[in-house]
């Protein structure tokens, strides 16, 4: 297991904590992983707001565990939106007396410097992210005095309760993968990013201010419940290119009955089962069109269509507009793409 120990404040440092680590260097605050370590890339870029984003796409041949030491001097936030995919579920090793944060399912986190925080992110798997460092101040201009001083007050009761982590639905996954489709030589790359960035941290300060004060839509659901649910989730994206599991086989998995099952899963995230699995096949299909790497066909098949004209229906019912017609679009104004990321966007 490689092991990182770092206590940066922005992301240009830790791009280049995690090249040592990897034995080489970054360049222009971007990091391609070395082929014997993995493959993907690291990214940082500060907002003009001054919050700093790191966007990656990263699998490694070996379990790394990270530790971001306290910064007692020194307070800010760290937001990660996660996406994992691939890999299979295994119990690992973790550093003694360290209460770790396994990264092998999707989801959303707060941190704060003020608190040790370490996690492992397990060989193998594909983790898609994008992770935000801010402080009170971007909290003042975003959202006033009042409101700020609400979500700090409401973070740290939520480190008692364990609720600063929220599952990855279809909205966040769809404004992570906006965020790591641009190439970077687009003339509108930075207006959008900052747009989408502050979109994300919008939400997720709504989401959190409801759990904290809840009102007549707080999802009351237990952890055990959540738990379950968000492994109902993560089985459902798993892979687009077979049929979902059924209701029943996804209640035998989550022991809740069908009934319940169904009602908690849109409870929490805001649809029925296959609705939000259709969503998500189809979010799929746009991001491997944009990467530009595969037919029309190709990436029907990929997500589960044998035939190309229904793949075609369902992707214009979705998004409005044709597969082909995205296609050409993004010709049109070199849209598309991850940047020179070392993955093939695949």
Known sequence: MLELYYNDSNYADFIHTCARLFNTKAAKNHLAIPANYGKGYLTAFVLPEGISV??????????????RNACPNHQFFVLQVN????????????????????????LVHLANSLVLARFIIPAHIRVRTVKLIFEKQHLLNLVGQETADKFIAGYFSSLVKKANTEALDAEYRGLLHELLKFNDDHPL???????????????????????????????????????????????????????????????????????????????MYGMPVYEYYQ?????????????????????????????????????????????????????????VTGGNDGTGGG
Request: overall charge positive.
């Open 54 to 67: 790191l966007l990656g796409d990263t699998a490694f041949k070996e379990d790394i565990y990270l530790q």
């Open 279 to 335: 969503k998500n096949r189809m979010m799929r299909a746009k991001a491997l069109l944009e990467e530009e790497n595969y037919a029309i066909k190709h990436v029907g098949m990929m997500v589960g269509y044998a035939n190309l004209g229904h793949f075609a229906a369902s992707f214009k019912k979705e998004f409005g507009i044709l597969p082909s017609e995205l296609i050409n679009a993004g010709k049109d104004n070199n849209f």
């Open 83 to 106: 996406e994992v995919t691939g890999g299979e579920e295994k119990p690992l090793k973790q550093p003694a007396g360290a209460d770790v944060q396994n990264m092998q399912h999707s």
């Open 189 to 267: 790359k930075n207006a959008f990013l900052c747009n989408r960035v502050l979109l994300l941290l919008e939400r997720f300060l709504l989401h959190f201010l409801e759990r904290m004060h809840p009102g007549e839509s707080a999802i009351n659901l237990k952890d055990d419940e959540i738990n379950k649910l968000i492994k109902v989730e993560a089985l459902l994206v798993k892979d687009f290119s077979t049929a979902p599991p059924t209701i029943a086989a996804l209640s035998k998995i989550s022991a809740m009955s069908p009934t319940k099952l169904k009602k908690d899963f849109k409870t």
